[in-house]
Structure formats: structure tokens, C-alpha cells
């Protein structure tokens, strides 16, 4: 998965609470056996409404979501948090999320921040009367700031997933960390072949 130790991008409101994995990837999206695509899917039901704001041309290329609490509730479906990766989110800011989705973003290097409703309640006013203006997330320093106007509120993170991220370390990319222990254990475990078994002449060894 990609890095990401420091996020700068556009930030655009979704205004509703509760929102579980079935909304944000509906299931008849389940079907894909592709890992990518799924961006056209994104709350592809809200997306029918022009209003809906991810319709709105001042909200195209945002990379930050803002959302209400218990954003990513509902099923564990992994397609959630691909949907919002590939239609170009980097990280989601709410007051709560579920937990297996949680999980899943630090897994496939979606930054998930956790600020009181207060907090994002102020940071989504003001991301909504300034769509064009730049929010900064750094998973380094776990800080969210509003350079422009010196707003800036730290955050939650353990470090386990605060490594992950900034090093790109998916699953697979934690096993190869050890893919030298790997080697070493394979071949000592090796199991002889059959031809290891018999001489040039044929006999058993």
C-alpha cells in the first residue's frame, strides 16, 4: 500500500451520521472480482441526487472526508474502504467509527481520525464555506491543522498502525520484513525430493 506520513488536500462534508458499509459500497458491488473500479461505486445510491455533494463540482478531487459519528458501522466488508481510496479519499475525519472498518483502513492505508463532535463539527463549517482551501493531515506528528488560519487539533493514533502507515506496510508487506527468517526456515525444513533419494546408480540412499 502506499505511504503516507503527510496528507495536504481539499476537505468535503458529508453531512449525515451512521453511515455503515452498505451505503458506502452498496452490496450489488460485491459482485466485482476486481480489486479496483470500486470508486464508482461510492455511495453510488446517494450519487443518483445531483445535490448529493460529491456531485458538486467545487468538491471534485477532494481527498479529505469529513463525517458524522460512526462513520463505517455495519458490515466488514473490506470494498468500503477500497471504494473510497480508489475514487481518491486518503483519509476520513469523524467523531467515531466502527471498529473492524477502522481496522481494515489502517490495513490498506486509509488515515482514519477520531476528533470530538465539536471539533468536527467546526473543521466541517469550515471546510464547507472554504471548499477550495487546504486541510492538512500529519500521521506523523497525529496532528489536523488549518494552516490558514492556525486552527489545529491533535489526534489518536496507536503506533502500531502509525508505523504501518507512514511506512506502507500492508499485510503482505509485514511478512516480507521477514522474508530472510522465511528463507532460512524453509530450507532448513526443506523435505529431500525423490530424486534426493537414490544415487547416480539408482539405489536408495
Known amino acids: 500500500m502506499r505511504a503516507v506520513s503527510l496528507l495536504e488536500g481539499r476537505a468535503v462534508v458529508l453531512g449525515r451520521a451512521e453511515v455503515d458499509t452498505d451505503q458506502i459500497i452498496p452490496s450489488v458491488w ?4 476486481e480489486r479496483t473500479g470500486f470508486g464508482r461505486g461510492l455511495f453510488s445510491e446517494w450519487r443518483d441526487d445531483p445535490n448529493f455533494v460529491l456531485n458538486r463540482p467545487e468538491h471534485q478531487g477532494a481527498t479529505i472526508l469529513v463525517a458524522g459519528a460512526h462513520f463505517g458501522i455495519g458490515s466488514s466488508r473490506e470494498h468500503a474502504v477500497w471504494a473510497l481510496l480508489d475514487y481518491g479519499f486518503r483519509a476520513v475525519i469523524a467523531p467515531s467509527f466502527g471498529d473492524i472498518f477502522r481496522n481494515n483502513a489502517s490495513k490498506q492505508g486509509l488515515v482514519v481520525v477520531a476528533l470530538g463532535d465539536d471539533d468536527v463539527q467546526s473543521l466541517g463549517s469550515w471546510a464547507a464555506a472554504h471548499p477550495d482551501a487546504s486541510l492538512v493531515v500529519d500521521v506523523a506528528r497525529r496532528v489536523v491543522e488549518v494552516a490558514s488560519t492556525g486552527w489545529q487539533r491533535s489526534f489518536d493514533l496507536e503506533e502500531w ?4 502507515l507512514i511506512n506502507g506496510w500492508d499485510d503482505i508487506g509485514l511478512t516480507l520484513r521477514h ?3 522465511i528463507e532460512r526456515f524453509e530450507a532448513a525444513s526443506r523435505v529431500p525430493t525423490v530424486e534426493g533419494l537414490f544415487d547416480a546408480s539408482g539405489h536408495l540412499l
Not at 161 to 164: I, N
Open 161 to 164: 498502525t502509525r508505523q504501518r
Open 179 to 181: 522474508d530472510q527468517e
Open 30 to 33: 460485491l459482485k466485482r472480482v
